[in-house]
């Protein structure tokens, strides 16, 4: 299994440009999460969702959009990005809700100047 | 709002001291508390979790917590780091109901010295 991959790397945006940031997993979970990480601070959620069709706003949705359509993939939208999406970005999924693990991607490393 | 509090930023040891990592949540009611660990070029993993009962949880590779809940404290221990311990140490926690997110603390960076 490669458990939650994540794509791209790396990512330099200008402000007001759009992209997708993609997740996906193979271990058949059924939630999965968006998480930013900015300097020094914790992760914060964005979105979460726990099933396909289904999701939900986190702590810091502002800026962004997701869908969820099949069980293995969550992609996270920004479509005009400003300075302050300057993060790295985590998803992250897990087999059920409370309590089950979460089991994260690589990030991906986004600039946006 | 929820909020997790670690209180060192970045720790230096050398190898065979012993550790603790402070982790502190503001939440009143029932929590789940977790430490996760990043490797650096890794992801994040779970080194341990703490739902229910035995205050004291053992994780992986020899780390352990133990939860105080007059304290609302989840320190991570571990009696002898080793050069490989070196990452950064992520302290979480979620509640039992609603969605499973976690609500983490902004992490410890672990430097231990050969």
């Known amino acids: 299994n490669a458990g939650v991959t994540q794509t791209p790397k790396f990512r330099i945006l200008k402000i007001g440009q759009s992209m997708t940031l993609q997740c996906t997993q193979d271990m058949n979970h059924n939630y999965m999460y968006w998480y930013r990480q900015d300097p020094g601070m914790g992760l914060k959620l964005i979105y979460y969702s726990v099933g396909a069709g289904i999701t939900d706003k986190g702590e810091v949705p502002n800026g962004y959009n997701v869908s969820r359509s099949t069980t293995e993939d969550f992609p996270l939208r920004l479509e005009l990005a400003a300075p302050s999406q300057t993060s790295v970005y985590f998803c992250a999924s897990s087999y059920s809700g409370q309590g089950s693990e979460q089991y994260f991607g690589p990030g991906t490393r986004l600039t946006v100047t | 709002a929820q909020s997790v509090s670690q209180h060192n930023h970045h720790v230096i040891l050398s190898e065979a001291a012993s550790l603790e990592l402070g982790c502190n949540y503001s939440?009143?009611?029932?929590?789940?508390l977790f430490w996760y660990v990043q490797y650096p070029g890794q992801h994040l993993q779970l080194l341990l979790k703490?739902?229910?009962?035995?205050?004291l949880v053992k994780g992986i590779k020899g780390f352990e917590a133990e939860f105080i809940k007059s304290k609302f404290s989840f320190n991570l221990r571990k009696p002898s780091v080793q050069w490989s311990d070196t990452a950064e140490y992520f302290c979480a926690v979620n509640r039992p109901q609603g969605a499973n997110n976690l609500f983490f603390g902004t992490g410890t960076r672990l430097t231990v010295i050969p």
């Open positions: 703490y739902f229910s009962g035995d205050p």
């Open positions: 939440y009143g009611g029932t929590v789940n």
